[in-house]
């Protein structure tokens, strides 16, 4: 409580989380992980929802979930499966470290997601907010579950001017959710400040007509929504100019499997020469993919020799592999869409 003591004065603490509470009740949205406590799907889609959109996340999550439907099955798969069905999604350490947590879950807990907090947390890729999430939705702990949403609706509402994005300022909100959350309904207290996040207290224009808790909010009764949350800028994303060399041969293309650590780590992709002066081959067209931290300025070249450490791979063999979002936009590009 020291943390945010200052932040409570004068505050109805019972009012927001009540108001919240109901809110959520009667305003969620309909999400297929809302539908079920199984803790392990519940894990997934928080892995899912990780930097990514809730409207892509949805067919991935019944597609994960239908063929991997208990920690067992996704234990024992081939990690090469188990990129396929993550293909598309993304940051691909999620489901890397997904994996070797559950394995651990089916070794160590009979394939029971285990609910005491230390337990959880010391799992492979299981951060706080992981560990919150789960621990509240799935076993109705009263853990806090802190994420961007979280962070800018408590900024807001309890004109908190910490830098969110200092690691150490988690800790303040973690003590400042520890101090509303519910403990009757813990699962739906730690949705609702998400939910209000995701669909009201939007990072721009805020619809704070539409908000349950505007009558306690410190941002509303100042007009200093848009100084909320503070957040220091990240530095210049670092942009990379590479050359992807396409070559086939009697049906099948060149392709080489990146290496088991660092980004990307196990997909197929054609190979990427860093751009030099000279082209390479006869220009197809270029494309663009940005990651969180950088970005890759792709121009795509069919080539006349097969590329050194590639495979040649036939079509249904080919489609059988994981591969990146970069890589799935350069095969729109040399199909023409």
Request: charged share 25%; proline share 6%; net charge negative.
């Amino acid at each position: 409580m020291t943390l945010v003591k200052e932040y409570f004065t004068n505050f109805n603490k019972q009012h927001f989380t009540t108001e919240l509470v109901q809110w959520f009740l009667r305003e969620q949205r309909q999400l297929p992980w809302r539908e079920t406590k199984n803790p392990y799907h519940i894990w997934i889609s928080e892995i899912m929802l990780q930097q990514t959109r809730v409207d892509t996340v949805i067919p991935y999550y019944h597609r994960f979930t239908e063929r991997f439907p208990t920690p067992h099955d996704l234990a024992s798969a081939d990690q090469s499966e188990v990129l396929k069905y993550w293909e598309g999604l993304g940051y691909y350490s999620r489901v890397k470290n997904l994996q070797i947590a559950v394995q651990e879950v089916v070794e160590k807990y009979d394939g029971i997601v285990p609910d005491e907090k230390e337990r959880f947390e010391s799992l492979r890729g299981v951060g706080p907010y992981t560990t919150g999430a789960v621990l509240s939705i799935a076993y109705g702990h009263p853990e806090p579950a802190v994420d961007g949403n979280v962070m800018r609706v408590l900024s807001r509402v309890l004109g908190i001017y910490d830098d969110i994005a200092a690691p150490k300022t988690r800790k303040v909100f973690e003590a400042a959710v520890h101090e509303l959350i519910d403990h009757a309904d813990p699962s739906s207290f730690n949705q609702g400040l998400m939910e209000l996040g995701a669909m009201v207290c939007t990072p721009k224009s805020p619809m704070c007509g539409l908000c349950p808790v505007n009558d306690v909010c410190f941002a509303y009764d100042r007009s200093v929504q848009a100084e909320l949350p503070v957040k220091t800028k990240k530095g210049k994303t670092q942009t990379i100019q590479y050359d992807a060399l396409v070559y086939e041969e009697d049906g099948r293309v060149a392709v080489m499997k990146r290496p088991d650590t660092g980004l990307l780590a196990g997909m197929w992709q054609y190979p990427l020469v860093e751009t030099m002066d000279d082209q390479p081959g006869t220009l197809v067209g270029s494309i663009k993919h940005i990651f969180s931290h950088r970005i890759w300025d792709i121009t795509v070249y069919r080539v006349e020799t097969q590329p050194a450490e590639t495979v040649l791979m036939d079509e249904s063999t080919y489609a059988k592999q994981p591969i990146s979002v970069a890589q799935m936009k350069i095969d729109r590009l040399l199909k023409g869409e």
